[in-house]
């Protein structure tokens, strides 16, 4: 994980189901319905969003802490 980082390893982590349903498939003979298929694109296209941008992104600083003793 050092080497693609956590984001790239998430999305991998995504689409296990996809390639167990797929491997069901090819290896076993099961069946896929169309809901099976949309939701196994539906995987890819969110990994597909979730590594498009390594960029690293902007992010807010969180606010000082405020003293309430006062």
Partial sequence: ????????????????????????????????????????ALMFVGAWLNSRSNAPRETTPAPEPVDMRS
């Fill in 1 to 40: 994980m050092s080497q693609v980082g956590p984001a790239t390893a998430a999305a991998a982590m995504f689409l296990v189901p996809a390639f167990g349903l797929s491997c069901a498939w090819m290896l076993l003979g099961e069946s896929i319905s169309l809901t099976q298929v949309l939701g196994a």
